[in-house]
């Protein structure tokens, strides 16, 4: 269910940082894919972001390829990962209808059958593609219902409000990870979509 875009929070107002990003997500999705070339390779050879564990998770993950093969696929997920963040970023301006012709979904006729039954339904996803953009545009494209992300809430207070805001601009409501018990029972008879990003495995004081 669609509601108005809700107001920017005080904390992001309030800090420089924040007007940083808005005013580059003005900026157009193929000059930000453009400079997203440039911040992959600060990711990786400047900040060096994760690199040991990604070039191990190569390594246990494609033991038949040569170091130069796993170098050339480390390479092509610090661009992937540079271009999602900034098209992350790009939901602090961008507009429903723009978001909504980037996605194409499938099957949707079995999702909305189930809903207009009065049942929730759970949908999993991976990181693969922009993640980020799932919830706001399953919100546009099921307008009709409601639409909810399972979250790891951050440490930061910046960055909580910041994700926050952004994933929820567009509509769609977020449920912290440790609720979801107490919130699936407590919405039991609310037709919805709870959504899940499930392709991780989580630490032992977790698995519950």
Not at 118 to 140: C, D, F, K, M
Not at 156 to 168: H, I, K, N, Q, V
């Amino acid at each position: 269910m669609l509601s108005p875009p809700p107001p920017v929070p005080s904390l992001l107002r309030r800090h420089p940082g924040w007007w940083s990003l808005w005013v580059l997500s003005l900026l157009p999705l193929p000059l930000l894919h453009l400079l997203a070339d440039g911040l992959a390779l600060i990711l990786q050879y400047v900040v060096g972001y994760r690199r040991r564990v990604v070039e191990q998770n190569l390594a246990n993950s494609f033991p038949e390829k040569t170091a130069a093969e796993r170098a050339h696929i480390a390479r092509q997920f610090y661009r992937n990962l540079a271009d999602i963040l900034v098209e992350t970023i790009k939901l602090a301006t961008i507009t429903a209808d723009e978001l909504q012709a980037r996605f194409s979904y499938q099957d949707t006729d079995i999702l909305t059958e189930r809903l207009r039954a009065g049942q929730t339904v759970l949908v999993l996803g991976s990181h693969q593609n922009n993640w980020e953009w799932v919830l706001p545009s399953g919100q546009q494209e099921f307008r009709a219902f409601r639409i909810d992300g399972v979250y790891r809430p951050l440490s930061s207070a910046f960055g909580e409000a910041l994700l926050t805001y952004l994933r929820t601009r567009l509509g769609g409501i977020l449920v912290k990870m440790h609720e979801v018990g107490r919130n699936m029972v407590r919405l039991r008879g609310v037709p919805r979509v709870l959504s899940m990003i499930a392709d991780q495995t989580p630490t032992s004081g977790e698995i519950q």
